[in-house]
């Protein structure tokens, strides 16, 4: 079991893959005849660099919980990406690069003071492909009203600069075990099959930072659900994403997709 670090704040150094950075070896260099490389057009060799990234960089996506460290990272990052500051440059433009650190949890409290323990995270660095990349934001993460949802949810690496929201992610993944473990209707505040108002704007909150949003999938949603309660459930979020999209003109309504714990197929609501 990791062992509590006592300390006030940590700042510790992102933990990056040398692959990164590591220079290409004189083994690996451009025959002689293509050392006038440099001489090119910058849009030829904007189009040789843009073909050489790996097509396939993506074929294996990672899924991010933000405020937990959960996530693998098993891509190799692309060889453009350390070729060059321009192959670099052009790399960048397809995917992000993020740092991603979990949050600090504080253990408990030392005996005889008033500081806590802190657990202390390493930061990951990553390419983020919003094209394939999955967001994970437990069903607690919602229901919470919250005044600095960035801050809250540790999502200040996926936000954009100066922008305030996020158009990186473009599939968003809600676990709703933490709904399905309590007692029937417990998380719809008694009242039968109707979330709460304060809920509701809780969510509607929350989903207003994704921007550029696609798909919203409800994961691990128990069997024992009625019908009625699914399809209520995800009503509940095309009625906020219908009106942020009339407060936002040209917003896209995300497919929304409730996938059920048992491994059956995901239900679509169509619209």
């Given at each position: 079991m990791e062992?509590?670090?006592?300390c006030q704040s940590s700042k510790l150094l992102a933990l990056e893959p040398t692959s990164f950075y590591e220079p290409i070896k004189a083994s690996n260099a451009a025959p002689h005849g293509f050392q006038r490389f440099t001489s090119f057009p910058p849009e030829i060799r904007l189009q040789i660099w843009r073909a050489a990234?790996?097509?396939d960089f993506s074929n294996i996506p990672i899924n991010v919980k933000p405020y937990s460290y959960t996530y693998r990272d098993r891509r190799a990052p692309p060889k453009t990406l350390s070729v060059s500051r321009e192959s670099r440059q052009e790399t960048l433009k397809y995917f992000r690069r993020l740092e991603l650190r979990a949050a600090e949890i504080s253990d408990s409290v030392r005996p005889g003071h008033n500081e806590r323990l802190l657990r202390r995270y390493p930061s990951q660095l990553v390419l983020w492909d919003k094209t394939t990349d999955v967001l994970t934001l437990d069903w607690w993460c919602l229901v919470e009203d919250v005044k600095d949802v960035v801050q809250y949810l540790n999502l200040q690496p996926f936000v954009d600069p100066g922008k305030g929201g996020i158009s990186c992610v473009q599939t968003l993944d809600i676990d709703t075990q933490a709904?399905?473990?309590?007692?029937?209707?417990?998380?719809?505040?008694?009242?039968?099959?109707?979330?709460?108002?304060?809920?509701?704007?809780?969510?509607?909150?929350?989903?207003?930072?994704?921007?550029?949003?696609?798909?919203?999938?409800?994961?691990?949603?128990?069997?024992?659900?009625?019908?009625?309660?699914?399809?209520?459930?995800?009503?509940?979020?095309?009625?906020?994403?219908?009106?942020?999209?009339?407060?936002?003109?040209?917003?896209?309504?995300?497919?929304?997709?409730?996938?059920?714990?048992?491994?059956?197929?995901?239900?679509?609501?169509?619209?």
């Open positions: 062992t509590p670090i006592f990234i790996p097509v709904c399905n473990s309590h007692p029937r209707f417990h998380y719809f505040g008694g009242l039968g099959q109707v979330l709460p108002s304060r809920v509701i704007a809780s969510i509607e909150k929350k989903m207003s930072y994704f921007v550029e949003l696609r798909e919203l999938r409800l994961s691990m949603w128990s069997t024992r659900r009625t019908y009625d309660e699914e399809k209520y459930f995800m009503g509940v979020f095309e009625a906020c994403f219908k009106r942020l999209a009339e407060s936002r003109p040209g917003y896209c309504i995300p497919m929304i997709t409730l996938e059920l714990d048992d491994g059956h197929n995901a239900r679509r609501l169509l619209r």
